[in-house]
């Protein structure tokens, strides 16, 4: 019987099958490694993306190559990964790290009109949470982004959340072992150099340490 090329065939215990798990992933990190052809040459381009439902959106220049390619329907592969510590082992060759990351194949389609607006407002709300009095794009901006999104229907998604497995003959080594947790967090907010006098902080972005994954 013919696998599915979704099935994770390196360390296949540690695939997850369930979809919530997935979109907690997808819904904690901030950048999708997505990959295009353009002509016989691969690239793998970082994007910034935002999850809605059961898509995910993601934005950029009309005069990029990658976008131009992704826009016409072109088979791709979208990467989320997350690393949440280091797995320190008796051995080199044991250590390893804990991560959960997610493969989604597929293909971009383009968004236009009151759909691309939409898809640039949900993406402002997941990289921007809760700030408000930012101009919206203007139609010549507008006009030099592309909108794309990739439905999540084929997926696979591999978490490493356990510890080392050293080999019985080093248990007795004298060497630490154990995980050191790696945590993402937000540091204090840097004014820009022409903010004007008197500007304060707003709430929503003193907000993200604690509010935002």
Known sequence: MSRARSDVR????????????LEALLDAALVA?????????????????A???DRLLVHGSTASRAFRALATGAPTCATV?????????????????RYRSAMILGSFAALH????ERGLQ???????????????PSAKELRATTVLE????EWSLKVSDGHAEDDASDLDRP?????????????????????????????????WPEGRA
């Open 10 to 21: 390196r360390l296949p215990e540690k695939q997850v099958r369930d979809r919530a798990v």
């Open 33 to 49: 490694h997505v990959a295009v052809v353009d002509g016989s040459q691969p690239y793998v381009v970082p994007l910034a993306f």
């Open 51 to 53: 999850r809605e439902g």
């Open 81 to 97: 990964t997350v690393v949440d510590g280091l797995v320190v082992a008796r051995s080199q060759f044991e250590s390893s790290m």
């Open 113 to 116: 009109n009151g759909d691309k």
């Open 122 to 136: 949900v993406l402002a709300a997941r990289l921007l949470p809760g700030l408000e009095g930012a101009r919206p």
């Open 150 to 153: 990739l439905v999540i229907e």
């Open 175 to 207: 060497v630490w072992a154990g995980v050191v947790p790696l945590q993402h967090t937000w540091g204090a907010p840097e004014p820009a150099p022409d903010l004007a006098p008197g500007l304060e902080v707003p709430p929503a972005v003193a907000s």
